[in-house]
């Protein structure tokens, strides 16, 4: 995983809650066997008309988020769906943070799995960057994971807070099946107290092959 | 020492390694895995040479992509056949046992977990899949985690998790006659918003849960997830031992004595507390129609649609007008009088023997509306389709025009071509109403399947309570 330490880019605002996982990577897309190439279909239906005609209407194809690199939010980003796919479709169209009062759970732990820092602020410093980035054209903060501060340039300075773990796994891009398996004696130890085989204690999971499904009849 | 809760049990009695400040490293006792979402993770050990470290205790099977129509046929899907075809690989490469589309047992993750008996209480199950949540009516810890975590719990066993908080959400009384789990569990989120369990771990108790079946409590905590809570639990009881008995993967006889011994220890001891409580009147919920782009927008089926200028959040104000639109429904329109295109009884919510029973029993000697596009029957699993079928349920719900179908996730997420079409409006069962959820354009209402059944045979919504054919008190 590639660190995260500081990064510093455009900012695009989506500026909807509640965004699922859903709308970011919608289910078609799910039949993909690679983490890759998932930027082409971030918000996918929002962000296209038939024929994968861009729609102008959609806030990531106006000219002046191009090449936006930073994601202001609102709140519940990430809900539903445990879909990773979100994440890296978010990582491969170029965002390398988030901005959002807050986020759901399973999304907020995908981010970190692959370098996004996904920042929580509050609903007014939220409020302020929309404000800010919609004034500004080509309007661009820095997020500094080092020092936990998102600044503007423009005299704006958010200072944020975020799991010292979290943080550390981060700016060093630790590997966090790694780091686990530093800890293998214990994983062990524990097996040797606690653990159960699953026993089948009845023959299970014969095939259908012999027999037509009976849906079969119906179709 | 205190007093724990069901939750605090399980975690502390899984806990491998921890230190302050650090997330915890717990042991997962049962990790079960799709073609949807694994084949990266595999992909993933493969790169960096590592092996799946206890395949015994990984269950795959086929769900999210499968055909639910003739299973003989080929695939025609070349990017199913892809997923197929590389979890076949990946399993019989790390020795994972998979359920397979021709399995007898194959069906919905989250449906044949339980069914066989992999599912138990006291146990740490994770899945790829945020409905993973199913598996907490049994008291066990369930929870649905990203592919990064998949490949993690493949290598390891293990997850590092930092705890939640707890909730209890207290159902008190008895529920009413044509009111199931899934409007106990929409009211839920209707009260708490889909984001309002956000870092809990929802624990249902109280008369109304204790009075409901296995399949209900899995309903229940299924869209757990819906209102932002990674898990939801009921506590072990004789409801659930009954359940369990004879099952496939449960002990026999004296092991299963032993075993039951242990699980009547997990439920939260008295003096417990928790983080927090909700407390909700069963007696006062009615059956539930969602009318908006997430199952919080819900309200009861006598109500009408909410005019978004009725919100006092400024947000809530936007997000019910732009659902609106994207429903293309008017404020102040009943419940009732909306016109449906398809009605779609399936899904890890709502597709299991009870759920088709219920359903059967509201269609019996009547007929799919002529107004109706389709009306889908997709059984959970293969298991449930065969003593559906014993029980002539298939027949029944054939004569009054619906389609009985083979197990799969079918038109809940339509990964297979079991869709809605842009614009369509369909009663679903399932558990997510998000923008184009069963299909680009698709306009979804989350239902019981006793409320999407009469929604059928109607052509629009329709309130159960006033057919002699609803079930749901005690």
Same mark, same amino acid.
């Given at each position: 995983? @590639?660190?995260?330490?500081?990064?510093?880019?455009?900012?695009?605002?989506?500026?909807?809650?509640?965004?699922?996982?859903?709308?970011?990577?919608?289910?078609?897309?799910?039949?993909?066997?690679?983490?890759?190439?998932?930027?082409?279909?971030?918000?996918?239906?929002?962000?296209?008309? $038939?024929?994968?005609?861009?729609?102008?209407?959609?806030?990531?194809?106006?000219?002046?988020?191009?090449?936006?690199?930073?994601?202001?939010?609102?709140?519940?980003?990430?809900?539903?769906?445990?879909?990773?796919?979100? $994440?890296?479709?978010?990582?491969?169209?170029?965002?390398?943070?988030?901005?959002?009062?807050?986020?759901?759970?399973?999304?907020?732990?995908?981010?970190?799995?692959?370098?996004?820092? $996904?920042?929580?602020?509050?609903?007014?410093?939220?409020?302020?960057?929309?404000?800010?980035? @919609?004034?500004?054209?080509?309007?661009?903060?820095?997020?500094?994971?080092?020092?936990?501060?998102?600044?503007?340039?423009?005299?704006?300075?958010?200072?944020?807070?975020?799991? $010292?773990?979290?943080?550390?796994?981060?700016?060093?891009?630790?590997?966090?099946?790694?780091?686990?398996?530093?800890?293998?004696?214990?994983?062990?130890?524990?097996?040797?107290?606690?653990?159960?085989?699953?026993?089948?204690?009845?023959?299970?999971?014969?095939?259908?092959?012999?027999?037509?499904?009976?849906?079969?009849?119906?179709? | 020492?205190?007093?724990?809760?069901?939750?605090?049990?399980?975690?502390?009695?899984?806990?491998?390694?921890?230190?302050?400040?650090?997330?915890?490293?717990?042991?997962?006792?049962?990790?079960?895995?799709?073609?949807?979402?694994?084949?990266?993770?595999?992909?993933?050990?493969?790169?960096?040479?590592?092996?799946?470290?206890?395949?015994?205790?990984?269950?795959?099977?086929?769900?999210?992509?499968?055909?639910?129509?003739?299973?003989?046929?080929?695939?025609?899907?070349?990017?199913?056949?892809?997923?197929?075809?590389?979890?076949?690989?990946?399993?019989?490469?790390?020795?994972?046992?998979?359920?397979?589309?021709?399995?007898?047992?194959?069906? +919905?993750?989250?449906?044949?977990?339980?069914?066989?008996?992999?599912?138990?209480?006291?146990?740490?199950?994770?899945?790829?899949?945020?409905?993973?949540?199913?598996?907490?009516?049994?008291?066990?810890?369930?929870?649905?985690?990203?592919?990064?975590?998949?490949?993690?719990?493949?290598?390891?066993?293990?997850?590092?998790?930092?705890?939640?908080?707890?909730?209890?959400?207290?159902?008190?009384?008895?529920?009413?006659?044509?009111?199931?789990?899934?409007?106990?569990?929409?009211?839920?989120?209707?009260? +708490?918003?889909?984001?309002?369990? /956000?870092?809990?771990?929802?624990?249902?108790?109280?008369?109304?849960?204790?009075?409901?079946?296995?399949?209900?409590?899995?309903?229940?905590?299924?869209?757990?997830?819906?209102?932002?809570?990674?898990?939801?639990?009921?506590?072990?009881?004789?409801?659930?031992?009954?359940?369990?008995?004879?099952?496939?993967?449960?002990?026999?006889?004296?092991?299963?004595?032993?075993?039951?011994?242990?699980?009547?220890?997990?439920?939260?001891?008295?003096?417990?507390?928790?983080?927090? /409580?909700?407390?909700?009147?069963?007696?006062?919920?009615?059956?539930?129609?969602?009318?908006?782009?997430?199952?919080?927008?819900?309200?009861?089926?006598?109500? !009408?649609?909410?005019?978004?200028?009725?919100?006092?959040?400024?947000?809530?104000?936007?997000?019910?007008?732009?659902?609106?639109?994207?429903?293309?429904?008017?404020?102040?329109?009943?419940?009732?009088? +909306?016109?449906?295109? !398809?009605?779609?009884?399936?899904?890890?919510?709502?597709?299991?023997?009870?759920?088709? !029973?219920?359903?059967?029993?509201?269609?019996?000697?009547?007929?799919?509306?002529?107004?109706?596009?389709?009306?889908?029957?997709?059984?959970?699993?293969?298991?449930?389709?065969?003593?559906?079928?014993?029980?002539?349920?298939?027949?029944?719900?054939?004569?009054?025009?619906?389609?009985?179908?083979?197990?799969?996730?079918?038109?809940? +997420?339509?990964?297979?071509?079991?869709?809605?079409?842009?614009?369509?409006?369909?009663?679903?069962?399932?558990?997510?109403?998000?923008?184009?959820?069963?299909?680009?354009?698709?306009? /979804?209402?989350?239902?019981?399947?006793?409320?999407?059944?009469?929604?059928?045979?109607?052509?629009?919504?329709?309130?159960?309570?006033?057919?002699?054919?609803?079930?749901?008190?005690?």
């Amino acid at each position: 995983m @590639e660190p995260f330490i500081k990064h510093t880019g455009v900012v695009a605002p989506i500026d909807r809650v509640n965004v699922d996982t859903d709308q970011m990577v919608p289910k078609q897309f799910l039949k993909l066997l690679t983490r890759e190439g998932f930027g082409r279909v971030l918000f996918y239906d929002w962000r296209y008309m $038939p024929g994968e005609k861009p729609n102008p209407e959609f806030v990531l194809n106006f000219p002046r988020y191009k090449g936006a690199s930073v994601c202001l939010a609102r709140a519940n980003f990430g809900c539903g769906s445990s879909r990773e796919h979100a $994440p890296w479709a978010i990582l491969d169209y170029g965002f390398h943070a988030i901005l959002a009062p807050s986020y759901a759970d399973i999304f907020y732990n995908n981010c970190f799995k692959n370098g996004i820092l $996904p920042v929580t602020l509050t609903n007014a410093q939220i409020d302020e960057l929309f404000a800010r980035t @919609e004034k500004n054209v080509g309007y661009t903060v820095t997020v500094d994971l080092e020092k936990q501060v998102v600044t503007d340039g423009l005299g704006l300075s958010y200072a944020f807070e975020i799991d $010292p773990f979290r943080r550390d796994c981060l700016l060093k891009g630790l590997d966090d099946i790694g780091l686990t398996l530093v800890h293998e004696a214990k994983i062990s130890a524990f097996e040797e107290k606690n653990h159960r085989h699953p026993v089948m204690y009845e023959a299970v999971d014969v095939k259908f092959h012999s027999e037509t499904p009976t849906a079969a009849r119906h179709n | 020492m205190a007093g724990r809760t069901l939750y605090d049990k399980i975690w502390q009695a899984h806990v491998v390694r921890e230190e302050p400040g650090q997330p915890s490293l717990i042991y997962i006792d049962r990790h079960l895995i799709h073609e949807g979402t694994s084949p990266q993770a595999f992909a993933g050990l493969k790169t960096a040479g590592r092996k799946v470290r206890r395949p015994e205790l990984t269950f795959a099977v086929m769900d999210h992509s499968v055909s639910t129509k003739n299973r003989l046929l080929p695939v025609v899907d070349a990017d199913a056949r892809g997923q197929f075809e590389a979890l076949e690989r990946n399993c019989a490469e790390s020795g994972v046992h998979l359920f397979d589309m021709h399995s007898k047992n194959q069906g +919905i993750v989250h449906i044949i977990g339980p069914e066989l008996g992999i599912t138990q209480p006291g146990q740490t199950i994770v899945c790829g899949d945020s409905h993973t949540s199913t598996h907490g009516a049994f008291g066990a810890l369930a929870f649905g985690i990203g592919t990064s975590e998949i490949e993690h719990v493949l290598a390891t066993q293990c997850l590092t998790q930092f705890g939640s908080k707890t909730m209890k959400v207290d159902f008190q009384g008895k529920r009413p006659r044509g009111v199931t789990a899934k409007d106990m569990i929409l009211a839920v989120i209707g009260k +708490i918003g889909i984001a309002g369990g /956000t870092g809990y771990v929802f624990e249902y108790t109280g008369e109304a849960v204790r009075g409901l079946s296995m399949e209900g409590r899995m309903t229940m905590c299924n869209m757990s997830i819906e209102g932002g809570a990674r898990a939801g639990m009921v506590a072990p009881d004789e409801t659930t031992f009954k359940y369990l008995e004879g099952r496939a993967f449960v002990p026999r006889g004296k092991e299963f004595e032993e075993r039951v011994a242990f699980w009547k220890t997990l439920p939260t001891d008295a003096d417990a507390k928790y983080d927090d /409580t909700l407390t909700i009147l069963a007696s006062e919920l009615a059956p539930m129609v969602t009318w908006g782009t997430n199952p919080g927008m819900v309200t009861q089926v006598s109500e !009408r649609v909410p005019d978004p200028a009725s919100f006092k959040d400024a947000v809530d104000r936007e997000a019910a007008t732009r659902a609106l639109t994207y429903m293309d429904l008017k404020p102040g329109t009943l419940i009732e009088d +909306i016109p449906l295109d !398809r009605v779609f009884i399936g899904s890890c919510t709502n597709s299991r023997l009870e759920d088709l !029973r219920l359903a059967a029993k509201v269609v019996a000697g009547k007929h799919v509306s002529k107004s109706l596009k389709q009306a889908l029957v997709v059984p959970g699993s293969r298991a449930v389709k065969v003593e559906a079928e014993a029980e002539g349920l298939d027949k029944i719900f054939v004569a009054a025009g619906f389609e009985w179908r083979d197990a799969g996730c079918s038109m809940c +997420i339509g990964m297979n071509d079991d869709v809605l079409l842009s614009g369509e409006r369909s009663a679903s069962t399932s558990n997510r109403n998000f923008e184009g959820r069963q299909g680009k354009g698709s306009r /979804t209402h989350l239902v019981s399947p006793m409320m999407a059944a009469a929604a059928a045979i109607e052509g629009h919504f329709v309130d159960i309570r006033k057919w002699s054919a609803a079930e749901g008190a005690e």
